[in-house]
Structures are given as structure tokens and as C-alpha cells.
């Protein structure tokens, strides 16, 4: 019988790159400073075995494989094994020279005319922001990410993914990914030419600037975020807490904070993200105050702090603000077919809109075709986005069943709440039982599961809402 396994000890000066046309292994084991692999076999195996079926020469386990071979060895491990079923080794061969990554380099961002992938907690990771841009989203915003929490993560340089990874100091978890770019590529992609907006929590100029600097290559814009009105986001002085009259000026110390320490210094654009205050006074004031600190956009989403998703946005409330309004101003809510972008310009007098759940139930809602793509197709491009950027199954499963809340009654979504890993979700994207999902679809206000506190919640406090088992994980973890 052929031996499944061949391990093989590589010391780590005899470690080789891992070429396009080598074997790709089925499975694979690490060890790691001698330690036996069964201390972090779990994980490995988990991620590993994912894939060992209908992905394997596609997209598997060689990209795995060389993520860890790439993280470990610049983690200083002194030894690997790795096995495949041939009994080929394969390695990483280069240390990380941190001064030589390619950063973001600073661009000139436009906010006048854009259709924006708006923020979305557990939601805008690097493969959904990617596919956004290569759908044709001008602009697209990180979910929001306490600055604390960012204060606590170290930079590590993905080779073989080309990202830079913050990687959260207390259990490893990748809280932010960003592509870099290489300024002397002549073929940057979508994503890497689209603008990354950086959405911060904050409550504090003295943090928020600390943050911002110490991940200036990670962004090309920074924003914050005065808009969320969850609990725990106000009684921390962020979100919404910002627009209180008592706040208020905290909240435009921050914003003068970061357009002298990052806007002016680094050449980076500093925006925020408000809600409508109690009268249209108090928000034209306010909107005033903020545009003086000198920021380089505002958006505003046209709901009262108090109101949730599912309550009609007020368009027509954003006109008078567009009025007064000395930067580009970018109006939010309720676009959910390519139609609405004009709808709700005109409505609002902004020439920028930008768009949150009507980009999570279809991403091609940003082609400039105008004409959406089906939404199964989508899904499944997402979900090889996923696999590639190896995004953890359970936020995987996240986003694509939210995606099809869209069509809660449908056989389709039965199956995906059901879904147990990557090859679960694989199965049911591609099962054809010839159901017609068009005719199933759901008016706005039909949709119910919509979680109540979804707009609010922030990476920190992040709990998966879905029952999962091995190989799901909570968090986008780098071992
Ligand atoms: C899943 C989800 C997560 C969200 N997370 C954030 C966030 O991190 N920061 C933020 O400012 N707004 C957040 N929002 C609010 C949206 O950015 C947007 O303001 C709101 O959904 C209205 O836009 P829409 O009508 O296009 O959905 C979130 C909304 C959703 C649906």
C-alpha cells in the first residue's frame, strides 16, 4: 500500500520556497522548536484538512502550507516537518526584511463622485473589501476596530498572501490584514488601487493618533467612527457617545488631532462617520463644528442615533447638511439596488454615496454595468476569496449566510445554516436542486434575522452568533 505519510525534519537553513508547479500536499504536519506537532497539530490539521478534498489543486493546501512555513520561520522556529504524499518537502526559504515591504504608498484620494463599500463589523475583512473593489467600489472602509485593541497588535508580513497582518498580541488573532503595495508593480490589483479606509473606535485623541501612526502603512485613510450607538460603544465615550452636546468637543479634539498628526504630516485623509442629530439645527451645527477641524470628507448616515437598520433612512434629511456642506460630503442608507445610487444623490444633494447591507446581500452592486450579477455566483467567488486569504470558516459562514438573509425561506439557506466548515459551505453554494431563488427573495421589511446589534458590534467583542465545531474559528487566527 502506498504510504500516505513521508515526514521529514528540514532544518531551517534547508528550507526551499515552495515553486507553483510542485506537489501539492494533501496533509501536513509541523513541529516546531522540537516540540512534538501535536501541540499545535489541531489547528494545522483543521485548516489543513479543509482542503484536502475538492480544493486540491486549486487553491489547497499548498497556499496553507506556505502560509505557515512563511509565519513560522519568521517566528524563528527552528524546525519543521512537513510531510505530503509523495514525500516531498517543501519550505520557505527567506527571512522577512521588515524595512523592505512594500508599504501603501500615499495616494491622492477623491471622495467627490464615489460609490463606497461603507463599514461593516465581521463583515469588511481583506477577501470581501477585495472582491468590493474588484467589483468597482471607488472606496472601501475597514469594519471598525477599537483603538485600544490595535494599541495591543504587532505588524507581520505575509510574503506568499503579499498583506501585512496586525496581529493581536494577546491571542494571536489577525485583527486587521491590508494588502501592500509595490509601487514599482505594473500590475497592481483592483484591490490594491482602491483606497482602504481604516475605521477607528476611539474616544481619545491621544490613542487614536498613537494608533493611527503606528499602522500609518496600513491605510490609506483614516476614519472615525461617531456614528454607533450600541452600549458598550457609548458607555466607552465612542460611536455615538461623540455626538452628545457633552462630548462634542472631545469628539472634535480628535478629529483636529488626527488632521494635524496624520492628515498634514503623513498626507493620509482623516474623515468621520455621523449620524442625524434630534433636529436638523443640531446636526447642521454640529456638521459645521466637524467640517472646521478640517477633515477631507464627512459621511452621513441618514438615521436618528436611537434608530435601527431596518427603520426607513430619512435621504431628503442629508439635503440641507449638502447645503452648507465645504468638503465632500457622502451620503448613507438604504441603497440596495444600483438604481438607488442616482435615487439617493439626488435625494441628497451628495455626489458620493455609500452602501452597507445592499453590498453585503450582493457585492456587484458596485459593477459599473450597473446591472447586478447573480448573487449565487457572487457568493461563490467570495467563498474562494475566503479560502485563499484563509479567513476563518465560522466568519466565513457569517457573511455568506447574511448574505442570502436576503432569502431566508429558501432551501439554500436551510443548508447553509447547517454548514460546518469551508467544504459544508463549498457543497451548498454549489448544490443544484433547481430552486428558483428569484422568485423567493424578500422585501426589506420582510427580513428578520437581521441581528439587532449588528451595526454596533466591534471586533473586540466579537461572539460567533453561529454554532460551530472544529474546523470553525471565532477569529482569523495566526499561529
Ligand atoms: C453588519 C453590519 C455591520 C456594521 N458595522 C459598522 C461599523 O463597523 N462602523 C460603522 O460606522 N457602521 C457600521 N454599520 C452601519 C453601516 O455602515 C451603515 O451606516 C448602515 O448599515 C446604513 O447603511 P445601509 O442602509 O446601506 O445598510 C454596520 C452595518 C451592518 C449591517
Known sequence: MKKLFSIKKIPTSLWKQPS?????????????????????????????????????????????????????????????????????????????????????????????????????????????????????????????????????CKPVYNEKLKTIDYISEKDKSIVYQVEVVDKDSDSPTASQKVPTVLQLGTSSPEIALKVAELMIDGYDAIDVNMGCPKKFSVKGGMGSALLRPENQENALEILRTLVKGIQEKYGKPVTCKIRLLDSPEQTLELFEKLQNTGVTAICVHARYIPQRPREKAHSHLIEPISKIAKVPLIANGDVFKPEDIERVKSVTGCSSVMIARGAMWNLSIFRKEKVLLDKLEVAKILLDEFIKYQYPAGLSKYIIKRMFETHAKTNLYKRLVGCKGYDDLHKAIHFNDGEDLNSKELSIEQITSIPEDDDVLPITSYQSTTTVTEPFTKKQKYQ
Open 20 to 152: 507553483d508547479n510542485c506537489y501539492y500536499p494533501s496533509s501536513f504536519v509541523l513541529c516546531v522548536n522540537n516540540r512534538t506537532a501535536t501541540s499545535i497539530n489541531s489547528s494545522i490539521t483543521a485548516r489543513g484538512s479543509i482542503q484536502q478534498r475538492n480544493f486540491k489543486t486549486r487553491i489547497g493546501t499548498f497556499q496553507e502550507l506556505n502560509y505557515y512555513f512563511t509565519n513560522f520561520q519568521k517566528r524563528e522556529y527552528s524546525t519543521m516537518i512537513a510531510s505530503d504524499t509523495n514525500g516531498i518537502t517543501t519550505g520557505a526559504s527567506t527571512d522577512t526584511d521588515v524595512s523592505s515591504i512594500p508599504k501603501r504608498p500615499v495616494i491622492q484620494i477623491d471622495y467627490r463622485n464615489k460609490v463606497i463599500l461603507a463599514p461593516m463589523v465581521r463583515v469588511n475583512g481583506l477577501p470581501f473589501r477585495r472582491l468590493a473593489a474588484q467589483y468597482g467600489a471607488d472606496i472601501v472602509y475597514s469594519e471598525e476596530l477599537v483603538d485600544k485593541k490595535l494599541l495591543k
